[in-house]
């Protein structure tokens, strides 16, 4: 399903494979289930899925889990992991075995933690969030240990149990990791493992009051699921001596390998499941499925193939260094993929009328022409000709610009699939608009070139009485701003990012279409000829109401 290709991990659990260290693959997906996927879960998707698949293909035992990270109750919601399900799917992958939960774990996460008390390695601490932060320190000065740091083993477990059985208010004790208060790295400086949060909870209603923090959950999921290889974002390189230290000092016997890599960042557009979610929230776009958005969603209703974003996830590659790619990357492998597997009809979008005034018997009204160029097997559909037809308004200069090979007054073009027509006549209205242009066909260029000159310009068109009429929305990227949430102010402080939308971001027009594209069913493709990629749209295309989203223009057309 994903493209092989060759990565620092990959080379890692080959050498792992070949030493013997492990016989088998064993990673894992593990969304937040608060909000939808984004491009960047997509090349993590694609990363442990990726190997699933690859080295499934390879003859080893290999497995991808899907696991919810789910301990923020608040903001966590059932709506999100069914369509955090959906996108992986639709992406082309599958998860071995059942769905896993982070919460399946809370009452052995919950015996782990009595353990490392037992052990003197947590404690029950009572400060409140500001006077940890403060006795934590900073980068250049070592932390204070708190005052409740020396409590013995049986008090904390008295204590810790009562946590667990609601006796104390929410946010007034905290279990935490003994480590070691003066550490350089500061997630080691006894970070909190538990705190109390009266929140209903998707899977486990009501049943707990006390919620384990991340890094304590990741590390022990992961073990429990027998994973090898942990794969995650450089953030969390700091983090790993917490992961490992966990690991060290629990009675478990796994130990996973947690592998850093960059995360993605796409320019002219963000990242993050937080600033998505303001987007939807606040209105300023249709939901987490607009077409705009960086979800998997929205470039799926888009129009954009799941094909040509696996695509694009090889070509981001998995390293250590920066990733930071322009959306032109992301356009340029969906227009890729859509080049060989979209069939390709003519549309008009700004028309202008034309009226053909030789347009009469024995003309040859109608011709077969082929869906694509190179996939005889896509079949043909008739493009018929009649007296009235648009064509682009763009397609037509009065005052012609050099070199310019498209209509112009006294001109000549070639009609794709048709004939050379000459503009002898332009009609304008009261304000000067051009409203028309009166058009002669030469009855001799039906499939061969006019005796005696050339014509070099073949442009798209469309019977006015044949097309059918379709809402036509005109996408394009989302921001105005290379990275729109890290552009500065005046006073260096950082601007609300939502104030870089690009207001032509999304324009809606009538366009005419061939009418073979009428049946076809939601999330069909097209090339519109000299215009670009559309697609009818997932959820409001219907028989009887046409509407096309634009996927991505041409890089080339092929007659400007
Ligand atoms: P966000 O900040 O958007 O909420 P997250 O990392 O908190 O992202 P999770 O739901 O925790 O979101 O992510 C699930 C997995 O996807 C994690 O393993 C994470 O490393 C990976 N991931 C998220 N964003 C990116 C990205 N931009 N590039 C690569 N991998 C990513
Ligand atoms: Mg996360
Ligand atoms: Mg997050």
Same mark, same amino acid.
């Given at each position: 399903?994903?493209?092989?290709?060759?990565?620092?991990?990959?080379?890692?659990?080959?050498?792992?494979?070949?030493?013997?260290?492990?016989?088998?693959?064993?990673?894992?997906?593990?969304?937040?289930?608060?909000?939808?996927?984004?491009?960047?879960?997509?090349?993590?998707?694609?990363?442990?899925?990726?190997?699933?698949?690859?080295?499934?293909?390879?003859?080893?035992?290999?497995?991808?889990?899907?696991?919810?990270?789910?301990?923020?109750?608040?903001?966590?919601?059932?709506?999100?992991?069914?369509?955090?399900?959906?996108?992986?799917?639709?992406?082309?992958?599958?998860?071995?075995?059942?769905?896993?939960?982070?919460?399946?774990?809370?009452?052995?996460?919950?015996?782990?933690?009595?353990?490392?008390?037992?052990?003197?390695?947590?404690?029950?601490?009572?400060?409140?969030?500001?006077?940890?932060?403060?006795?934590?320190?900073?980068?250049?000065?070592?932390?204070?240990?708190?005052?409740?740091?020396?409590?013995?083993?049986?008090?904390?477990?008295?204590?810790?149990?009562?946590?667990?059985?609601?006796?104390?208010?929410?946010?007034?004790?905290?279990?935490?990791?003994?480590?070691?208060?003066?550490?350089?790295?500061?997630?080691?400086?006894?970070?909190?493992?538990?705190?109390?949060?009266?929140?209903?909870?998707?899977?486990?209603?009501?049943?707990?009051?006390?919620?384990?923090?991340?890094?304590?959950?990741?590390?022990?999921?992961?073990?429990?699921?027998?994973?090898?290889?942990?794969?995650?974002?450089?953030?969390?390189?700091?983090?790993?001596?917490?992961?490992?230290?966990?690991?060290?000092?629990?009675?478990?016997?796994?130990?996973?390998?947690?592998?850093?890599?960059?995360?993605?960042?796409?320019?002219?557009?963000?990242?993050?499941?937080?600033?998505?979610?303001?987007?939807?929230?606040?209105?300023?776009?249709?939901?987490?499925?607009?077409?705009?958005?960086?979800?998997?969603?929205?470039?799926?209703?888009?129009?954009?193939?799941?094909?040509?974003?696996?695509?694009?996830?090889?070509?981001?590659?998995?390293?250590?260094?920066?990733?930071?790619?322009?959306?032109?990357?992301?356009?340029?492998?969906?227009?890729?993929?859509?080049?060989?597997?979209?069939?390709?009809?003519?549309?008009?979008?700004?028309?202008?009328?034309?009226?053909?005034?030789?347009?009469?018997?024995?003309?040859?009204?109608?011709?077969?022409?082929?869906?694509?160029?190179?996939?005889?097997? #896509?079949?043909?559909? &008739?493009?018929?000709?009649?007296? !009235?037809? @648009? %064509? +682009?308004?763009?397609?037509?200069?009065?005052? $012609?610009?050099?070199?310019?090979?498209?209509?112009?007054?006294?001109?000549?073009?070639?009609?794709?699939?048709?004939?050379?027509?000459?503009?002898?006549?332009?009609?304008?209205?009261?304000?000067?608009?051009?409203?028309?242009?009166?058009?002669?066909?030469?009855?001799?260029?039906?499939?061969?070139?006019?005796?005696?000159?050339?014509?070099?310009?073949?442009?798209?068109?469309?019977?006015?009485?044949?097309?059918?009429?379709?809402?036509?929305?005109?996408?394009?990227?989302?921001?105005?701003?290379?990275?729109?949430?890290?552009?500065?102010?005046?006073?260096?402080?950082?601007?609300?990012?939502?104030? #870089?939308?690009?207001? &032509?971001?999304?324009?809606?027009? !009538?366009? @005419? %279409? +061939?009418?073979?594209?009428?049946?076809?069913? $939601?999330?069909?493709?097209?090339?519109?000829?000299?215009?670009?990629?559309?697609?009818?749209?997932?959820?409001?295309?219907?028989?009887?109401?046409?509407?096309?989203?634009?996927?991505?223009?041409?890089?080339?057309?092929?007659?400007?």
């Amino acid at each position: 399903n994903s493209p092989v290709a060759s990565n620092f991990i990959r080379n890692l659990i080959d050498a792992d494979l070949a030493a013997g260290k492990h016989d088998k693959t064993v990673t894992r997906f593990p969304p937040e289930p608060n909000g939808y996927l984004h491009v960047g879960h997509a090349k993590s998707i694609c990363l442990n899925f990726g190997i699933q698949d690859d080295y499934r293909a390879r003859g080893y035992d290999s497995h991808c889990n899907l696991r919810f990270d789910d301990t923020n109750p608040e903001k966590e919601s059932e709506e999100y992991a069914l369509a955090i399900q959906d996108d992986i799917k639709w992406l082309g992958f599958d998860w071995d075995g059942e769905v896993k939960w982070a919460s399946d774990y809370f009452d052995r996460l919950y015996r782990y933690a009595e353990e490392l008390i037992e052990k003197g390695l947590a404690y029950v601490c009572e400060l409140t969030p500001e006077q940890m932060r403060e006795y934590r320190g900073n980068l250049t000065e070592p932390g204070r240990p708190s005052p409740y740091r020396e409590r013995s083993p049986a008090e904390n477990l008295d204590l810790f149990r009562r946590m667990k059985a609601g006796e104390f208010a929410d946010g007034s004790r905290t279990l935490r990791l003994k480590i070691d208060m003066a550490s350089p790295n500061i997630n080691l400086r006894d970070p909190v493992i538990y705190r109390i949060r009266r929140a209903h909870h998707i899977r486990t209603g009501d049943k707990w009051c006390i919620y384990p923090m991340y890094d304590y959950t990741h590390c022990i999921s992961d073990a429990i699921e027998g994973i090898t290889h942990s794969l995650c974002t450089l953030e969390f390189e700091d983090h790993r001596p917490l992961y490992d230290w966990v690991l060290d000092n629990i009675s478990i016997d796994c130990h996973p390998q947690q592998i850093e890599f960059s995360r993605l960042e796409l320019l002219y557009t963000v990242t993050s499941k937080r600033k998505l979610n303001q987007l939807v929230s606040e209105g300023l776009v249709a939901g987490w499925d607009d077409p705009r958005m960086p979800t998997v969603s929205g470039m799926r209703r888009r129009g954009y193939t799941a094909a040509g974003i696996r695509l694009f996830a090889q070509r981001c590659g998995i390293s250590k260094s920066e990733n930071v790619i322009d959306l032109s990357v992301l356009e340029g492998a969906v227009r890729e993929v859509l080049e060989s597997e979209a069939p390709r009809v003519m549309a008009v979008l700004d028309p202008i009328k034309v009226t053909l005034t030789n347009f009469e018997a024995g003309v040859t009204g109608s011709r077969s022409a082929p869906f694509h160029p190179n996939h005889p097997e #896509f079949g043909e559909r &008739e493009v018929p000709l009649a007296a !009235t037809l @648009y %064509i +682009e308004r763009d397609d037509f200069a009065e005052v $012609p610009p050099p070199g310019w090979q498209r209509l112009t007054p006294g001109g000549e073009v070639r009609l794709r699939y048709s004939y050379v027509i000459k503009c002898d006549e332009v009609i304008k209205d009261a304000n000067g608009q051009v409203v028309e242009l009166r058009c002669s066909i030469d009855h001799e260029t039906l499939g061969k070139n006019p005796v005696g000159r050339k014509v070099k310009g073949v442009i798209h068109w469309i019977s006015a009485e044949h097309a059918i009429e379709a809402e036509v929305r005109l996408y394009d990227r989302l921001f105005t701003e290379l990275r729109p949430d890290a552009v500065r102010g005046a006073d260096g402080e950082y601007l609300d990012f939502k104030g #870089f939308i690009n207001p &032509e971001s999304l324009r809606v027009s !009538t366009g @005419y %279409i +061939e009418a073979c594209v009428a049946d076809a069913a $939601p999330e069909t493709r097209y090339q519109f000829e000299r215009l670009g990629y559309f697609v009818t749209d997932r959820y409001d295309h219907a028989p009887g109401r046409v509407v096309f989203n634009r996927t991505v223009g041409l890089k080339d057309s092929w007659a400007k």
